[in-house]
């Protein structure tokens, strides 16, 4: 909250709080083959306002060369106002395990684990696993867009520049 507060002052982009608080996780999802993906969560520490308290999901993967901390912000001022904003490194990628073989079968697999994750953790994080979507910059695009293409349980997908 307070990084984001200086984002506000200082005019850092379009950030807007959205007033909810804002749990944080960090963590490790187990990825295709046993490779540990690093992971975090954003997610509002109050029930959904809607009739199941649940919130809608946004999974984010890092862009070429980026690390979790790309989408931080964003991952802040979308918990603020009612998502669940799950961002994982993607193999080969700093913390993360394996090596990358730019969006090949690995990846796209280790992209049903992360949604599998979701489902797991769901009850924790207010999660509505009926709505789950991808979004990413470049090398994240291009994988939530690859991800929703083979898994059915991903209904959306904003990609920036993939």
Same mark, same amino acid.
């Given at each position: =909250?307070?990084? *984001?507060?200086? !984002? &506000? ?14 749990? /944080?996780?960090?963590? /490790?999802?187990?990825?295709? @083959?046993?490779?540990?993906?690093? =992971?975090?969560? +954003?997610?509002? !520490? ?19 060369? *980026?690390?979790?901390?790309?989408? +931080? ?13 799950? *961002? ?5 990628? /700093?913390?993360?395990? @394996?090596?990358?073989? =730019?969006? @090949? !079968?690995?990846?796209? !697999? ?9 489902? %797991?953790?769901? %009850?924790?994080? @207010? $999660? ?6 991808? $979004? ?8 939530? $867009?690859?991800? +929703? $293409? &083979?898994?059915?349980?991903?209904? =959306?997908?904003? %990609?920036?520049? +993939?």
């Amino acid at each position: =909250a307070a990084v *984001m507060g200086l !984002a &506000h002052e200082s005019t850092l982009g379009d950030l807007e709080d959205g007033g909810l608080p804002v749990d /944080w996780e960090q963590f /490790w999802i187990e990825g295709s @083959g046993g490779v540990q993906l690093k =992971a975090v969560v +954003a997610f509002p !520490a109050a029930p959904g306002t809607n009739t199941a308290g649940l919130f809608p999901v946004v999974i984010l993967a890092n862009s070429w060369l *980026m690390n979790w901390w790309e989408y +931080a912000l964003k991952q802040e001022e979308w918990a603020s106002r009612g998502y669940v904003v799950l *961002m994982y490194v993607a193999r080969g990628w /700093w913390e993360s395990g @394996g090596t990358i073989s =730019a969006a @090949g !079968a690995a990846e796209l !697999a280790d992209c049903g684990k992360v949604v599998d994750t979701v489902f %797991s953790r769901a %009850s924790t994080w @207010g $999660a509505d696993t009926g709505k789950i979507a991808m $979004a990413g910059v470049s090398y994240g695009g291009g994988l939530g $867009a690859l991800c +929703a $293409a &083979h898994d059915t349980r991903v209904g =959306a997908v904003v %990609s920036m520049s +993939a």
